[in-house]
């Protein structure tokens, strides 16, 4: 599959996102219902770990701090575009957000979450940043069928 984050293409990646040596997020595209399913680690600014998202269920979610909204389940021959948001409770802005473009491509044009070591990491348009580490802006890379690592 083909992930986008901002404007960088991942090409031949496997749906799974490392930040900092550690899998944060997995996303899947189940193709029975056309479904996009996001798996994902989310942390706050000390590295406390506040959530766990598995295949769109909570696992916990400390406060229920996050919320997840997501495109109905449809069939392949009559999918509407696929979706999932995930808002930030406690700031009101969206923590992850993707969207499915085409089969095999899925596209993160927001994100807004802490690693497992308290790092920022963004998601804008126009980049991904990993604060004080990497800025990635308009790059392709071919991550032959592993996951995307940053960082």
Avoid at 29 to 49: C, I, K, N
Avoid at 73 to 96: C, M, Q, V, Y
Avoid at 121 to 131: G, K, P, Q, V
Wanted: glycine residues 8%; aromatic residues 8%.
């Amino acid at each position: 599959m083909e992930l986008t984050l901002g404007s960088n293409s991942f090409r031949n990646s496997n749906g799974v996102v490392k930040l900092q040596g550690k899998e944060q997020i997995v996303l899947e595209l189940r193709p029975v219902d056309h479904q996009l399913m996001l798996t994902m680690d989310l942390y706050d600014s000390a590295g406390t770990h506040v959530a766990h998202l598995r295949r769109n269920s909570w696992a916990f979610n400390r406060d229920n701090r996050f919320a997840l909204t997501a495109s109905p389940p449809s069939l392949p021959l009559f999918a509407s575009p696929t979706w999932l948001k995930l808002t930030d409770s406690e700031t009101g802005e969206i923590a992850f957000e993707a969207r499915v473009v085409q089969d095999n491509q899925i596209q993160v044009p927001n994100g807004k979450f802490y690693t497992h070591s308290g790092q920022l990491f963004e998601i804008t348009s126009h980049l991904c940043r990993l604060a004080g580490v990497v800025t990635l802006f308009g790059d392709v890379f071919d991550v032959g069928g592993g996951a995307v690592v940053i960082g």
